[in-house]
């Protein structure tokens, strides 16, 4: 009996330690309550789920100038990364849409209104991509989702209450100690998001929150360039 009960402890512990993609709509349910027992949200580049599932979401996404990511976080804090591969069944997620990553903080709904894409994207009406987004904790353990897109000329981002993040959850970019320069944060902004997606706020980052000194910091986002690299071979 109480091996049982400490067996559903570590079940809720590893399901709440995962994160969804609202929006667009993932690839494949890769939570706990997955029917398919073999898509693992620890396996790069997509949690297991194959890129060419014939009943998997394709969700238009504007041509130009980027569209919405809403994503359920299940972490008190966690750095994030945003990729983006082109094509119908994506193996190379070689576009960087978080340059510097960022720093997600409280667990909820995050929600980017506007997630900038290279101006120089080489897609046309039409064209198919998949988003790839990817997690990493305090436990240095990466974790992987994707989602798949159609650029339409005539798609729209989400706005208004469809794109709310929750109360306490933030999100900025990870400048490395002694950079100068201001970064890019969600949406565009050049300042922490939190609430509604739109706004300031003064509340400290996931870094300063937890209390990581400097060196525990610098160790993190140097591990963090050492797995970025990693995903570019």
């Known amino acids: 009996m109480e091996l049982t009960a400490l067996l559903l402890l570590a079940t809720a512990a590893v399901t709440n330690a ?13 939570l706990g309550s997955a029917k398919n027992n073999s898509y693992s949200q620890w396996v790069q580049p997509c949690a297991g789920v194959p890129g060419n599932l014939t009943d998997r979401p394709i969700t238009p996404w504007p041509l ?3 569209g919405s990511l809403k994503l359920d976080l299940h972490h008190k804090w966690t750095y994030l990364f945003i990729n983006l591969g082109l094509g119908p069944d994506v193996s190379n997620f070689n576009y960087t849409l978080t340059n510097p990553f960022w720093n997600a903080t409280g667990n909820g709904t995050l929600c980017i ?5 290279p101006a120089d994207l080489p897609v046309t009406e039409g064209s198919q991509g998949s988003l ?3 997690t990493l904790g305090d436990d240095g353990n990466a ?3 994707c989602a798949d897109i159609v650029f339409r000329a005539n798609a729209t981002a989400l706005s208004g209450d ?9 999100v900025a970019p990870v400048v490395a100690a002694g950079a100068s320069g201001t970064g890019t944060g969600a949406g565009g902004s050049t300042n922490t998001t939190s609430g509604s997606g ?5 509340k400290p980052n996931a870094g300063s929150a937890m209390g990581v000194n400097g060196v525990a910091l610098s160790s993190v986002v ?3 360039m050492v797995f970025v690299a990693g995903m570019s071979l």
């Open 143 to 145: 974790l992987y989702n």
């Open 113 to 117: 209104p506007k997630l900038a894409v």
């Open 64 to 66: 130009s100038g980027g």
């Open 18 to 30: 995962h994160f969804g993609i609202e929006y667009p709509p993932m690839r494949g349910q890769t």
């Open 132 to 134: 790839q987004v990817v």
């Open 222 to 224: 140097g591990l963090a």
């Open 198 to 202: 739109s706004g300031t706020s003064s």
């Open 162 to 170: 469809a794109c709310k993040s929750s109360d306490g959850v933030t």
